[in-house]
């Protein structure tokens, strides 16, 4: 299926695609999402077909504005309007009560919902047209690698969509960042591009649980991960296939930025070049520690984790 420009007329055919209980793929700044109806048990459904996504996994609900929150959530935590005003539209998910109008096949059985305004003006588009909430993970095979581009969707996943959306390569590049503001302490269920501080400055202490130890539904040790093996090294040899921080010295070498925001964009891309190179396995430079390359380290991590 041939990704469509993003004008009027293929805007307003997602819209209708989605308003008649279809699937439709979506540029977010995050990464490409696969759309559904969020108030339509029967659309959500068909997102957990085309992705082979388990069903006790719960997806997010993706919003244009603040007061289509209130849609979802009758109880706004602490600190959500703050967060909402510092974060939003952005790569933030809030995870937060959920009310009765949330259908339970959107939130896994769970009494909590996550939510988010994304900041990309297609999707945002789409949202208005629809006047909806969105469910939209990303628009790839269960485990695999995220498309951050419209020419890297799956065509598994492709042929269960009404259209793709082309909104070029995703600004960001990895998914949000969760953060449970449901019970207690607020907790950093995924690491992303907003970091544990930049939290933290607006609403106080929060609680980063290590990834290996991350029990929340939906979180797998392997995941994002390329179709070949992929493994963590200190320093790729001569004539491995990788992402690198130095010079490359081979074609299947790419060499990958040395800052965490830019690392964070390419990393999708680059490990489906090597997939598709056909390479036999992916050697990846570990990252710099610190924190703001919390959500680089919990993807490499986990492309690189057994099954
Ligand atoms: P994605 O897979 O990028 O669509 O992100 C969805 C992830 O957000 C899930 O895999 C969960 O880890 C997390 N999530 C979504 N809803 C909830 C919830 N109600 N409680 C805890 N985590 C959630
Ligand atoms: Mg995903």
Redo the contacts with the bound molecule.
Sequence with gaps: MRPLRPVEPNLRRAANALLAGELVVLPTETVYGLAADAANPEAVAKIFEAKGRPSD????VHVAQMEAVELWSDHMPKGMLKLARAFWPGPL?V?VPKNPRVPSIV?AG?D???IRIPSHSLALAVLEMTGMGLAM??ANPFMGLSPTRADRIDPSVAAHVACIIDGGPCRVGI?ST?L?LSDGTPKI??PGTITAEEIEAVIGTVEVVDSAERK????YKRHYAPAVPALLVKKAADGDAGLVFGYTTNETQIQMPSDPVNYAKKLYVALSDLEGRGVERIMIEEPPTGTEWAGVWDRVSKATAAL
């Excluded at 996994?57 to 997010?60: E, S």
């Excluded at 929340?216 to 979180?219: E, H, R, Y």
């Design positions: 996994n719960p997806l997010i998910t995870v939130t769970l909590t919902v996550a993970p990303s998914e969760v449970d269920l995924r929340a539904p939906g979180m």
